[in-house]
């Protein structure tokens, strides 16, 4: 193959270097409103009214959107169906997307979000995997608050347990991790003629927008584009949540038919976007003498926090490779993705 062996250019490097790169706060069009979110307070508590009276008269404000007027379907469609693109009836974590605020300018936008008034009933949330799988803990999600769950066999491992010459239980847990790309989440949404409408932003499932955006606005496939824009980083963090981001723009573009941008503050971006699953992992481990695990029980937790978004994908993920790359002739794994009150 002519390109075995050689050292290939990048195809970006040249315009990042030379800071000719555009990102997606380099894009502008004219006649564009800027969009600002307004967010739950509390973790998790019953939505009984926005209040935006006062805020709808502050300068440059075009509207503020709220869950009964979106045009489409309130519903990101991930693996599954049951995040909405904005709060209706309860709110399910700190920084749950309630309203969008639009404006003439950021500035604008910013002031009249803070005069939006939200009426919150406060339940008590869930914020960890203990408290979920604990008896008796209130249900969050179904009837179990598991998003998703699997079971893994190979051999017998609760027979090879038994025969095991030496027999370890520990317990682990792993925290939160944020995913910290120089680039924040941001979009534009830009209507076109006949009702089309083209997305740009900072993303690394460009297929998942284009599914949440014609989703959001109740168009059909062939009617949406999206272009992903040079992306400051990921890591995975821009995966399922730009899907949200997304499909509020082009709410927001479609209802003024007028070019709309969203783009994240370092802090907002932080409160809202997905995170790396915190995880608890319960284990035993068989051996014989020499150290050569035998057999292998485990119990695998995540937490999914608030929506399934992408937990069932990444628990699987987890699932199988729970046992790292140890041979082992007898492994049990059981895992499940719980819901909390939490990003």
């Not at 009984?48 to 075009?62: D, L, R």
């Not at 605020?101 to 604008?108: L, N």
């Amino acid at each position: 193959m002519p390109v075995v062996g050689k050292s290939l250019p990048r195809k970006d490097a040249l315009d990042k270097i030379k800071g000719l790169a555009k990102y997606i706060d380099d894009y502008n069009f004219s006649d564009i409103l800027y969009i600002t979110t307004v967010r739950s307070p509390v973790a998790y508590g019953r939505l009984k009214g926005v209040i935006k009276s006062a805020a709808e008269k502050m300068p440059g404000v075009a509207g503020i959107i709220t869950a009964d007027q979106i045009p489409g379907k309130n519903a990101v469609p991930l693996v599954f169906e049951d995040e909405p693109f904005l709060a209706q009836d309860f709110v399910r974590f700190h920084g749950e997307p309630v309203a969008l605020v639009v404006a003439e300018s950021y500035e604008e936008a910013l002031a009249a979000a803070a005069m939006v008034k939200l009426d919150i009933e406060p339940l008590k949330p869930i914020l960890g995997i203990r408290e979920s799988i604990a008896d008796g803990a209130p249900k969050i999600y179904g009837t179990d608050n598991v998003f998703s769950r699997y079971n893994v066999e190979k051999g017998n491992a609760e027979e090879a347990m038994k025969s095991a010459k030496h027999v370890f239980e520990k317990e682990y847990e792993t925290p939160y991790q944020e995913h910290a790309y120089l680039e924040t989440n941001g979009v534009i949404a830009v209507p076109g003629i006949e009702g089309t409408m083209t997305v740009y932003g900072t993303m690394q499932c460009p297929f998942y927008v284009h599914d949440a955006v014609a989703q959001a606005i109740g168009l059909e496939r062939n009617q949406v584009r999206i272009t992903q824009t040079t992306t400051g980083g990921g890591f995975g963090g821009k995966e399922d949540f730009p899907s949200v981001v997304a499909g509020q723009a082009a709410i927001v573009a479609q209802l003024f038919n007028r070019p709309a941008k969203l783009i994240y503050k370092r802090e907002e971006d932080i409160i809202a976007s997905s995170k790396r699953h915190p995880g608890l992992i319960k284990m035993k481990v068989g051996t014989d003498d020499n150290g050569k695990i035998t057999a292998a029980l485990i119990d695998y937790y995540v937490d999914g926090g608030a929506y399934s978004t992408l937990t069932p994908i990444v628990l699987w993920r987890g699932t199988v490779h729970a046992l790292g790359p140890y041979e082992c002739d007898h492994i049990h794994i059981r895992s499940w993705g719980v819901a909390t009150n939490k990003v």
